[in-house]
């Protein structure tokens, strides 16, 4: 649409049966579109075809603003009447009563919403480093995602983290630099951050107006349009605003800016994109300003999806600016789902391919499953087939995600996110198909496939390449652990029963009962999950369940390697049961890797043992490297090799694992013990006046320091620190500094103790200290 210098529009977006729809109307010589005072409802979202379905997350470092900017883009997009607030506890997508009270998101929520004709399924991700995991399930099943930036802080560590997710899963993504509403934001800063620390390329499409409180619009560096909000920050809702081509009579320096910065992005995607450079260097190589807005626009489509680069675009969600052109880039430049290729899908051809992704429970419908359909369609009250607990299942409603508000619907095709009710049986992480019959096709297909091009998948897809469900997520160790116990006997079952409903939700979460006192032990990513998880079995689940002291998940290992032998001659019942194993340990290369406890046979011994003797010999191998000799931790970096193997007649299987396992203990303890604890990378933004306190209290802590960065007056300071000397680390940080620092805290690795703190550690454990 074209516009002559003296008009201009203030575009408000509203959609009306699925459709964009706007009315005008004219103020002086300006013509403004203004909306209808009707909310929409989840039921009016547009179903369109394939290519206009934008799955995507949103993920970001704590507090960048991922919720506020969620609530705008509901808001524009005209699903809500009126902007929540995280900082008053009412937005749509924290529901959760704990998220509203502590102003975080804690499980990411999925709202589906339409803009200008596409369906955009969006995942707002908690920020939090104890609920990475929420992340990385979200990142497996999104096809694009929005990065979230603090613009006066940069990159930050959990940005890190989610970036390297987005990485893993080959996720595209778009960058917002939010708060640049904020005196220390910084466009330059950021985008050295994300060029420095990210190692990703940057393509800027626009240039902001004006800087911190005077951020008042953006020019469109791709159509060379202006976009003005009205100065009136927080009470402007920011629906109006003015789109007027930046033209000879504008302010010549923002034109000049502009002028250089559209250079600049012609040129960088030049680089990036051949088809671009050639159509440059043919038709436009007179004048590249000349190439369409258009052409350009297709170009850094391309960029993004192959992921040579990433939009950066800018805003303040707070402020209610910048979060239009976002939802505009979100559908021009993030992938649809047939345009992600998820290698194991062409097998079912059209049969339902899904995979669950998040299992919530409801007190009312029971465990509702959330799932992304990959081929083929849901409907309610119809059967399903679990491939991986090899069972058939029904689902009772299909659903549509809106936050905590679910719409029934009749079907859903391919490339959506449902919700379903009735699946009893699944659990994070399963593949759905539609029958047992559909899996066995699908099961010839990739039979009939060349041997070469399965082999060639890489990663993720050489898993799902050699079986026929689709990868899931790995879950992390966790890193604490506390005993958890019921207000009275009679309570034990309901405890139970509400820990293995939590721990459907959140595999992260793990629960044991611990073999000697017979306690039920909790053991989580952090601080704040486990008291999030106890503060959830009191509200939901009525339970006053007391927990015992936090405690640090540590491993052990061995220094050296040892050779022992061990006979077991045991008479039960009337049965005699001997066997005689002769074993090795050594220390593994991968010392420090959870996954590097390994065993193998001499040549001779895994010739002759029958199949289920060498089983039992591995089982009572691996039972040994879940309780270390010193302390019962798990133990990891051994390699153990079976030397011979003796079994008398009327052995069990049963009895020669357990005279492995004892053989196990004795070579572990032969070979000496070592603690491998936790320790941490610390990140702690703090005024500079507060940065000697935070520093000597550092040092009290076994930490090391790696370096201190300056952010405008504050300085960050980077920093490993062992996980058991961080207990409480947030209360002490904010009596320190007056509430004036912020940290974050993520496992880096698992380090051997020095013989000093090791000896502490054990005489504190046997009660001597
Ligand atoms: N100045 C300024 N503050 C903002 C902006 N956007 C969000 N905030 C504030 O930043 C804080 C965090 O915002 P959230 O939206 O909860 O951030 P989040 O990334 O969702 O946080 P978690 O989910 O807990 O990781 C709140 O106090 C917001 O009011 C912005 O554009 N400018």
């Known amino acids: 649409m074209r516009f002559g210098v003296t008009f201009s529009i203030l575009r408000v977006y509203s959609c009306k049966n699925g459709s964009q729809t706007c009315r005008w109307r004219w103020q002086g010589k300006r013509r403004f579109r203004s909306l209808p005072d009707d909310v929409k409802s989840p039921r009016q979202v547009v179903n369109p075809d394939i290519s206009k379905i934008r799955n995507i997350g949103i993920m970001a470092h704590i507090d960048a603003g991922k919720t506020t900017t969620t609530e705008r883009m509901l808001f524009y997009s005209g699903y809500i009447r009126a902007l929540g607030d995280v900082d008053d506890g009412d937005t749509v997508t924290d529901y959760m009563a704990q998220e509203r009270e502590r102003g975080i ?171 671009f450079a050639e159509l440059l260097l043919g038709e436009f190589s007179e004048d590249f300003d000349a190439v369409p807005s258009g052409k350009l626009q297709q170009a850094v489509r391309r960029v993004t999806l192959s992921r040579r680069g990433v939009p950066v675009l800018l805003g303040s969600a707070l402020r209610n600016k910048g979060v239009q052109p976002l939802l505009d880039a979100i559908t021009l430049y993030l992938p649809a789902p047939n345009q992600r290729h998820h290698h194991l899908v062409r097998w079912y051809q059209d049969d339902l391919c899904a995979l669950a992704f998040k299992v919530v429970h409801d007190k009312q419908r029971g465990p509702l499953v959330f799932l992304r359909i990959y081929s083929g369609t849901m409907k309610p009250q119809s059967a399903v087939h679990n491939i991986n607990r090899d069972g058939t299942e029904r689902m009772s409603r299909l659903l549509l995600p809106f936050a905590d508000q679910h719409v029934e619907i009749p079907s859903l095709s391919a490339g959506n996110i449902a919700l379903t009710v009735g699946l009893k049986q699944t659990v994070t992480g399963d593949t759905i198909v539609s029958s047992r019959a559909s899996a066995a096709a699908a099961a010839r297909r990739a039979q009939r496939e060349p041997q070469e091009r399965r082999a060639s998948a890489g990663g993720e897809r050489a898993r799902e390449a050699s079986g026929l469900v689709l990868a899931g997520v790995e879950v992390p160790e966790p890193v604490f652990f506390c005993s958890i116990e019921p207000p009275s006997m009679a309570k034990q079952d309901d405890l139970d029963h509400a820990l293995a409903c939590l721990q459907r939700e959140d595999p992260s979460l793990k629960v044991r009962v611990d073999p000697d006192s017979g306690q039920t032990v909790l053991c989580g990513m952090g601080e704040l999950h486990i008291e999030v ?35 077991l001659d045991r008479v039960v019942g009337d049965r005699k049961h001997v066997a005689t194993v002769d074993l090795s340990v050594h220390p593994s290369d991968d010392l420090l890797s959870p996954t590097s406890c390994g065993v193998s046979f001499e040549q001779e011994v895994e010739r002759q043992l029958p199949a289920e003797l060498r089983e039992a010999v591995e089982n009572g191998v691996q039972s040994s490297y879940l309780q270390g000799p010193l302390l019962g931790y798990p133990v990891q970096g051994v390699a153990t090799v079976i030397q011979s193997v003796s079994i008398g007649p009327g052995t069990s299987v049963a009895m020669l ?113």
Request: hydrophobic fraction near 40%; proline fraction near 3%.
């Open 657 to 769: 694992a357990a005279c492995v396992s004892r053989c196990m203990l004795k070579a572990l303890k032969q070979a000496g013990g070592q603690i491998l604890e936790p320790v941490m990378s610390l990140e702690v933004t703090v005024g500079e006046e507060f940065l000697g306190l935070v520093l000597a209290d550092l040092s009290q802590r076994r930490g090391s320091v790696q370096d201190v960065q300056s952010r405008h007056d504050n300085k960050v300071l980077l920093a490993t620190v062992p996980l058991a000397e961080m207990m409480g680390y947030s209360t002490v940080l904010r009596t320190l500094t007056s509430g004036n620092a912020t940290f974050s805290l993520q496992l880096s690795s698992y380090e051997a103790m020095n013989p000093q703190d090791q000896s502490a550690l054990l005489n504190k454990m046997a009660g001597l200290a």
């Open 533 to 567: 998880i106890h503060d959830r079995i009191r509200r939901e689940y009525g339970i006053e369940a007391d927990l015992g002291p936090l405690q640090v998940a540590y491993r052990e290992t061995i220094l050296q390697s040892a050779s022992t032998t061990d006979t």
């Open 105 to 275: 998101t804690i499980q990411s929520a999925a709202v589906t919403f339409d803009w200008k004709e596409h369906r955009i399924n969006l995942i707002d991700t908690p920020g939090h480093v104890d609920f990475t995991l929420e992340v990385e399930r979200a990142l497996r099943v999104l096809d694009g995602a929005v990065a979230v930036f603090d613009a006066s802080a940069g990159v930050e560590a959990q940005t890190l983290t989610v970036w390297r997710q987005a990485d893993k899963h080959e996720v595209p993504c778009v960058c917002f630099l939010n708060k640049m509403d904020k005196p220390g934001a910084s466009l330059s800063l950021s985008l050295q951050s994300i060029k420095e620390k990210l190692k990703a390329n940057p393509v800027l499409l626009q240039i902001p107006i004006g800087s911190g409180r005077s951020f008042t619009g953006l020019v469109d560096l791709i159509t060379k349009q202006r976009m003005a909000w009205r100065a009136k920050g927080r009470e402007d809702d920011g629906r109006v605003f003015e789109v007027k081509a930046l033209g000879p009579a504008d302010d010549p320096d923002l034109l000049q800016q502009v002028n250089e910065a559209r250079a600049a992005l012609i040129e960088q995607v030049a680089d990036l994109d051949d088809e």
